[in-house]
């Protein structure tokens, strides 16, 4: 759904994924992204025979978007329907649109980014890791292009813990670092699409070296995510004149900032002496 349609958490999932589905279960998926509130009063057979699928389809659609079966994805449907109302919701940028328009609707943009991520959010998945990073010696951060931005941003707060923090723009530093991992350290590789050639040639390095794996994605399947121990994921609002990852690259970095704050939260006490020997030492470097 596009411009100012609102979309829940239901459709949202679809729409991610719809990609990874085959032919048939995409088919179903669309058909439920462009008529919810049709689908909500159908039964399972009612949406096979429209969708041209059979019931078996609609069940691994299903299962696929997380859910028991087509009963709770239509509890879910109807949640969303019922939310809409009060969700976020911007205009896609045309061309010849005021300055004034664009400021406006890239700012709800961002908002609609972090609003969908945190929509998204796997609970558990953020509590194991942000325990894997309290617990670890080095962190290293992955990302290439826009989402290597990401990764050096996390770099940056992460070398404020006290911890061992690597990160590098450049792809042979990045090969060379992910080659001295250890079991007992955590790497975080990001990438939306998680289909990056380069950043699956590191996750295969990484994965010999027996640490943990953090992955930051779009969600829905991609080959990234199945390295991962832990798999978060972010989502975007991008659309044609929006290109250069903007808010996919605000919402990886909400997702950054979420798990920094958590950790320094989770070991305040350790953390709180390296945070204050950081602020002092930049306050320092300032010029008088």
Same mark, same amino acid.
Do not use: W
């Given at each position: 759904?596009?411009?100012?349609?609102?979309?829940?958490?239901?459709?949202?999932?679809?729409?991610?994924?719809?990609?990874?589905?085959?032919?048939?279960?995409?088919?179903?998926?669309?058909?439920?992204?462009?008529?919810?509130?049709?689908?909500?009063?159908?039964?399972?057979?009612?949406?096979?025979?429209?969708?041209?699928?059979?019931?078996?389809?609609?069940?691994?659609?299903?299962?696929?978007?997380?859910?028991?079966?087509?009963?709770?994805?239509?509890?879910?449907?109807?949640?969303?329907?019922?939310?809409?109302?009060?969700?976020?919701?911007?205009?896609?940028?045309?061309?010849?649109?005021?300055?004034?328009?664009?400021?406006?609707?890239?700012?709800?943009?961002?908002?609609?980014?972090?609003?969908?991520?945190?929509?998204?959010?796997?609970?558990?998945?953020?509590?194991?890791?942000?325990?894997?990073?309290?617990?670890?010696?080095?962190?290293?951060?992955?990302?290439?292009?826009?989402?290597?931005?990401?990764?050096?941003?996390?770099?940056?707060?992460?070398?404020?813990?006290?911890?061992?923090?690597?990160?590098?723009?450049?792809?042979?530093?990045?090969?060379?670092?992910?080659?001295?991992?250890?079991?007992?350290?955590?790497?975080?590789? &990001?990438?939306?699409?998680?289909?990056?050639?380069?950043?699956?040639?590191?996750?295969?390095?990484?994965?010999?070296?027996?640490?943990? &794996?953090?992955?930051?994605?779009?969600?829905?399947?991609?080959?990234?995510?199945?390295?991962?121990?832990?798999?978060?994921?972010?989502?975007?609002?991008?659309?044609?004149?929006?290109?250069?990852?903007?808010?996919?690259?605000?919402?990886?970095?909400?997702?950054?900032?979420?798990?920094?704050?958590?950790?320094?939260?989770?070991?305040?006490?350790?953390?709180?002496?390296?945070?204050?020997?950081?602020?002092?030492?930049?306050?320092?470097?300032?010029?008088?």
């Amino acid at each position: 759904m596009e411009g100012g349609m609102s979309t829940g958490k239901c459709c949202l999932g679809l729409k991610e994924m719809i990609d990874s589905l085959s032919p048939k279960e995409r088919q179903i998926a669309q058909f439920i992204i462009d008529y919810p509130d049709e689908v909500v009063e159908m039964s399972i057979d009612e949406l096979a025979k429209v969708c041209r699928a059979s019931v078996s389809s609609v069940v691994r659609l299903c299962k696929n978007l997380g859910y028991s079966g087509f009963k709770e994805l239509c509890r879910m449907l109807s949640g969303d329907l019922a939310a809409a109302s009060s969700a976020i919701t911007y205009q896609n940028i045309r061309p010849g649109d005021s300055a004034t328009s664009v400021f406006r609707n890239i700012c709800l943009s961002n908002m609609k980014a972090i609003e969908n991520t945190l929509m998204m959010m796997d609970e558990k998945a953020v509590d194991q890791a942000v325990s894997m990073l309290c617990r670890a010696q080095r962190i290293d951060f992955y990302g290439m292009g826009q989402s290597n931005l990401v990764a050096l941003d996390a770099h940056n707060k992460f070398l404020r813990t006290g911890k061992m923090v690597m990160a590098n723009a450049d792809f042979h530093v990045q090969l060379l670092s992910a080659t001295s991992l250890k079991k007992g350290d955590v790497a975080v590789l &990001i990438s939306y699409s998680g289909e990056t050639y380069d950043i699956l040639s590191l996750a295969e390095q990484i994965k010999h070296t027996g640490c943990d &794996i953090i992955t930051i994605t779009s969600y829905g399947k991609n080959t990234l995510s199945e390295y991962a121990t832990v798999r978060l994921h972010s989502l975007s609002t991008e659309t044609y004149i929006r290109s250069g990852a903007m808010s996919s690259r605000i919402a990886q970095m909400t997702v950054i900032d979420a798990l920094y704050s958590a950790v320094c939260s989770a070991m305040y006490d350790e953390v709180k002496p390296y945070l204050d020997k950081t602020r002092l030492a930049v306050s320092k470097a300032r010029p008088k």
